[in-house]
């Protein structure tokens, strides 16, 4: 049974039983904030989210509390809940965590990775340059993702993955909040190609250490980036 609703942000959703209303309200919103479709600091307003599913307003209640939770959400009493603000102090503390995470699920996945794994990186890593041949950044930033999805997958530690899933959900908000993306393909593209050779050659710490040094590679270039809008 399905029933279709909107809401207020001009797009469709289709209600799916039985996942729970709480599930599918919480999943919506978060792509919705983390793809900068409701802005920093705008209000989530219950009465329009209820009217746009007909439901109760406790389910949305609980949505609230768990992207509360999660850190995308401020839910101020009397006054309502509205999308956290992304700062600066955001993004000096989380590049530096995600950096040291993601170097040791890299030393872990170069340890436990499969064939498969590597099959799946070397396709995203030639359609990563495929997109940056033809200047597609779309294209390259989901191909870049899926190649780091296989990365982490392949470190068999799903505490692990769990972080850095959270993690890397924030930096692309923190993307879609400050419009930053990096175009510099053909570092990326070669560090990539590094990053599967040693994959491949199973040389954890020069994996780890590239890793690592990658995502600070992108901190550093971040805040070059915001300095400029300063």
Not at 35 to 45: A, I, T
Not at 152 to 166: E, F, P, V
Not at 212 to 225: C, I, R, S
Request: charged share 30%; net charge neutral; with cysteine.
């Amino acid at each position: 049974m399905k029933k279709p609703t909107t809401l207020p942000l001009g797009e469709e959703l289709t209600i799916e039983y039985p996942v729970s209303l709480v599930e599918q309200i919480t999943k919506f919103l978060t792509t919705a904030i983390l793809e900068g479709k409701l802005e920093n600091g705008q209000p989530l307003v219950e009465s329009e989210i209820q009217r746009r599913f007909g439901i109760s307003r406790s389910p949305i209640r609980e949505s609230f509390r768990i992207l509360e939770q999660n850190g995308l959400v401020v839910i101020i009493p009397r006054k309502g809940t509205f999308v956290r603000k992304i700062t600066r102090k955001d993004i000096e503390e989380h590049f530096p965590i995600r950096a040291m995470l993601e170097g040791y699920a890299a030393r872990l996945a170069a340890l436990f990775a499969g064939p498969e794994d590597i099959s799946r990186m070397e396709l995203a890593l030639s359609l990563m340059i495929k997109a940056a041949k033809e200047n597609d950044s779309m294209a390259y930033f989901k191909k870049h993702s899926e190649f780091h999805d296989v990365l982490i997958s392949a470190c068999k530690n799903d505490t692990l993955i769990a972080i850095l899933d959270h993690l890397r959900r924030h930096a692309i908000w923190f993307r879609f909040t400050y419009l930053w993306h990096q175009r510099n393909y053909d570092y990326s593209v070669r560090v990539h190609t590094q990053i599967l050779d040693l994959m491949i050659k199973k040389d954890a710490d020069q994996l780890e250490s590239l890793v690592k040094e990658h995502t600070l590679v992108g901190f550093q270039d971040f805040l070059k980036f915001l300095d400029s809008k300063t």
